[in-house]
T-cell receptor, first 110, second 114 residues
Framework: GENVEQHPSTLSVQEGDSAVIKCTYS??????FPWYKQELGKRPQLIID?????GEKKDQRIAVTLNKTAKHFSLHITETQPEDSAVYFC?????????FGAGTRLTVKP | DSGVTQTPKHLITATGQRVTLRCSPR?????VYWYQQSLDQGLQFLIQ???????AKGNILERFSAQQFPDLHSELNLSSLELGDSALYFC?????????????FGNGTRLTVT
């Protein structure tokens, strides 16, 4: 099955700085790469996704980049705010069975 | 609100017991997924159903089973429970269950085995 690796496992930044989370995947059949944010005790929520026909997608302070050749994709958060503090998961789905990375705990210090 | 409903919210039971977790997908969604999230851990894929049929299986123990009914709701059955089965169990649904379908998660069922 698909193997999704995510780094770093924890990330601490100062408010206003940028944060970058990176993921790699193994199955070249994967063509859809979502990112989920999970606040403490809550359900994961989709924040942005990208399909393999594009290399970059942006939504306000959040952007995702994809390199299909290298099989990696990244989440970029600019101008971080304390409310961005959460666990972020990347995922890939080669055949519909969505597999998640291990998660990155992002802490934004005010 | 994601539209995915999971019951119960909390469940406390003893080792060796059996429990059933229930999930109702969003209206119109045909595919249901089950994930297990242990404390401070990631989302472990258990199983996926599409329109009543099992589509993919992940790291699901033999003590666990699931099914999706004709009305598309799904149940996850956990038997011979062990302390290590304590976790948050999420159900998610998607429209088609294809490889490019976003998942929408329910609020989870927190299972505590004592």
């Amino acid at each position: 099955g698909e193997n999704v690796e995510q780094h770093p496992s924890t990330l601490s930044v100062q408010e206003g700085d940028s944060a970058v989370i990176k993921c790699t995947y193994s199955d070249s059949a994967s063509n859809y790469f979502p990112w989920y944010k999970q606040e403490l005790g809550k359900r994961p929520q989709l924040i942005i996704d990208i399909r393999s026909n594009v290399g970059e997608k942006k939504d306000q302070r959040i952007a995702v980049t994809l390199n299909k050749t290298a099989k990696h994709f990244s989440l970029h958060i600019t101008e971080t705010q304390p409310e961005d503090s959460a666990v972020y998961f990347c995922a890939a789905s080669p055949r519909g069975d969505m597999r998640f990375g291990a998660g990155t705990r992002l802490t934004v210090k005010p | 609100d994601s539209g995915v409903t999971q019951t119960p919210k909390h469940l406390i039971t003893a080792t060796g017991q059996r429990v059933t977790l229930r999930c109702s997908p969003r209206s119109g969604d045909l595919s249901v997924y089950w994930y297990q999230q242990s404390l401070d851990q990631g989302l472990q894929f258990l199983i996926q159903y599409y329109n009543g049929e099992e589509r993919a299986k992940g790291n699901i123990l033999e003590r666990f089973s699931a099914q999706q009914f004709p009305d598309l709701h799904s149940e996850l059955n956990l038997s011979s429970l062990e302390l290590g089965d304590s976790a948050l169990y999420f159900c998610a649904s998607s429209t088609e269950g294809t490889r490019d379908s976003p998942l929408h998660f329910g609020n989870g069922t927190r299972l505590t085995v004592t």
